[in-house]
Structure formats: structure tokens, C-alpha cells
């Protein structure tokens, strides 16, 4: 990341002071250069997909089954989803009854049949609106049918939020383990209610480069807190393993038992302690490397299927 002065590259937002520039002249220039004669951009334009990483979820669906049209309503949470190919792909390749949520940092619309909230992931609070989401009790909007097609009901889904957050029943559903009442569910449907993810797939890390609507300068500088690629391998790295742990630890408290987990994690020295933490959760651990991605950049693909039963996060990570 370029930091600069910026009024000494323009007077426009002098009164701005410091801003952080991600890309500069050269940089970009050869990023648009590679874009431009790349086929898998070429072809994400013809399917009206959202960007080329689209073609990355694919080859590792194709390779790995992680989605299955014949499964219904099943329920999808793609981190980090901005601008929403993998979400595109995840409406898909998964049965029409299924759902799909999209967190991102970032404000984003969301592509047709796709949810989103713009969230951190490594807040808890996000964790709390993934859940009431997919709950099946706390299902909002059950009357209107707003939520299949848009994602603008954040404001909605937060102050449902604030409503239920101190109920009887929301405690029991999703914070107590012992003292669930099981007259009123099952244990299957409690375990359901707690870990309702079916599949987490995780792509975070560089924002798309942005080239209409806001810009770095906009009031709550979303843009700066996110992980942009450096270009410094090791500095890469080290965001990287944090945004995977942040999904893995999104795995952890969400996602059901048995359930598919995929991210992308740029490698480094301490891949093979993610690795092993991966381990922890999953039956099945793989790192792939899909055709789509370019053989330059350091980035790989962890697969986790078949979720572990009664995972103790401590454990995972005391490793
Ligand atoms: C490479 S892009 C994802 C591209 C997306 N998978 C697609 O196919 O269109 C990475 C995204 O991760 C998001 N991100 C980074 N840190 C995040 C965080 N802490 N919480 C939520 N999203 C985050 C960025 O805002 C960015 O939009």
C-alpha cells in the first residue's frame, strides 16, 4: 500500500489531509494491461459475472462438490462477498430454496437472489446477525418477500436484533448449551438453530478496485479498513492467516456439523499452522490451487468438508 501526502498529488482534497492510495500509476496501468488480455475476465463479461473469481469458485466446486442443486434449502455464507461473483455462483450451483448471505466490509448491492449485510466478520455482533438470519424462529419477514430478491433489510435485521437479543428464548436457543428447554424443540432442530450454516465460503482479502461511486475519501473510509495486498508478500501473509482464522472461527460457531468450508489464503510461513488448525475442524482438509487463479499470485485455496462434532475453539488454536 502507497502511502502519500495528499496534497502533493492534488489539491482537490487537500483539506483531507493523509489518505492512502492503493494502487499507483504503473501498478494499475499493469493490472488493467493483464485485465484486459485475460480470458477468464473476457468471459466473466460474457456471463454477466461480477469479476473472474467467479471462475476460481467454480473449479473448486467442480473439483470438491462443496454446493448440490438437489439439496434444498440449504444455507450459504459467503464472506467477504463483495462485488458477488462467488455469490453468483453460489446461486447457481445450489438448489433455488436455498439461501445465500454476503458479508462484506464494504457497501455492495448485492447480485439478484443474494442477501448481504455490510459487516466486519471479526466483530461478534456480526456473528449474532448471521445467526438470526438463518434462524428459523427469529425468521424475519416471514409476510413479505422483500428478502428473496434484495439485501437492503439490514436496518431491519439489526433492530431485530435489539428486540430479541434479551428473550428467553433467544438465550436458549443460541447461547445456552445445558439448560435448553426440550419440550419446546428437538435437540436436532436446537443444533440446527445454533450451527445453521450448511456451507461458509470465504474469498476476503483485496477489495475490487473501485472505479465508480465512492472513493477513498468518503466519511467512514470503509476502504481503509480492509486487508489491501501490499505487494509485500510477507505483510500479505500475515493479513491473510488473520482473515482465515476469522472464517474458520466464523466455521467454528456457525457452521453445522458436517458442513463445507472454503477460503483463500495467501501463503506464507505460517500456512501449515492454519493447516493444521483446519485439521481440527474438518474430517477432510485440501489445498488447491484452481486453474483460474494466476500462477503468480500467492494466493491458495484451503477446502474443509465433513465438519467436526463438539469443536473447542481453544483447542484449534492453543495448537
Ligand atoms: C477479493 S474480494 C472478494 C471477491 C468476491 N469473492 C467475488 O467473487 O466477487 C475480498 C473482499 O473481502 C472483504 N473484506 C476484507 N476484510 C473483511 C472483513 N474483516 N469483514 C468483511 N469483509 C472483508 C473486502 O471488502 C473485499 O470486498
Known amino acids: 500500500m502507497l502511502l502519500v501526502h495528499n496534497r502533493i498529488k492534488s489539491n482537490k482534497f487537500s483539506s483531507l489531509g493523509r489518505i492512502y492510495i492503493r494502487y499507483n500509476s504503473n501498478s494499475r496501468n499493469r493490472w488493467l494491461s493483464r485485465q484486459q488480455g485475460d480470458p477468464y475476465t ?89 445467526r438470526l438470519f438463518f434462524s428459523k424462529h427469529f425468521q424475519l419477514n416471514r409476510h413479505d418477500e422483500l428478502h428473496k430478491d434484495h439485501g437492503y433489510f439490514q436496518n431491519m435485521l439489526e433492530e431485530e436484533l435489539t428486540h430479541v437479543k434479551d428473550t428467553e428464548l ?34 476476503m482479502y483485496e477489495p475490487w478496485p473501485q472505479t465508480t461511486g465512492f472513493w477513498n475519501n468518503i466519511t467512514n473510509q470503509a476502504y481503509f479498513r480492509m486487508a489491501n495486498t501490499s505487494g509485500v508478500s510477507i505483510r500479505d501473509h500475515y493479513q491473510s492467516i488473520d482473515l482465515c482464522d476469522a472464517a474458520l472461527i466464523t466455521a467454528i460457531d456457525l457452521l453445522r456439523p458436517l458442513g463445507s468450508f472454503a477460503c483463500k489464503l495467501y501463503t506464507g510461513e505460517e500456512e501449515n499452522l492454519f493447516k493444521k488448525r483446519m485439521e481440527a475442524v474438518f474430517n477432510d482438509v485440501y489445498k488447491f490451487k484452481p486453474e483460474a487463479s494466476r500462477n503468480e499470485s500467492k494466493e491458495t485455496y484451503y477446502i474443509g468438508l465433513r465438519k467436526k462434532r463438539n469443536i473447542d475453539k481453544l483447542d484449534v488454536f492453543s495448537n
Open 42 to 130: 473476457k468471459e466473466a463479461k460474457v456471463q454477466n459475472l461480477r469479476s473472474r473469481a467467479a471462475f476460481k469458485l467454480m473449479q473448486i466446486d467442480d473439483k470438491y462438490r462443496i454446493f448440490n442443486k438437489n439439496t434444498p434449502n440449504q444455507r450459504i455464507l459467503d464472506l467477504g462477498y463483495a462485488p458477488g461473483a462467488w455469490s453468483q455462483v453460489a446461486r447457481q450451483r445450489c438448489s433455488p430454496s436455498s439461501m445465500i448471505l454476503g458479508v462484506d466490509i464494504l457497501p455492495c448491492e448485492p447480485p439478484h437472489g443474494v442477501n448481504s449485510i455490510q459487516a466486519n466478520i471479526l466483530a461478534k455482533r456480526t456473528h449474532d446477525l448471521i
Open 170 to 203: 433467544y438465550r436458549e436457543i443460541f447461547t445456552s448449551d445445558d439448560s435448553y428447554d426440550t419440550s419446546r424443540t428437538n435437540s436436532t432442530l436446537k443444533e440446527r438453530e445454533k450451527f445453521p450454516v450448511d456451507i461458509v465460503i470465504s474469498d
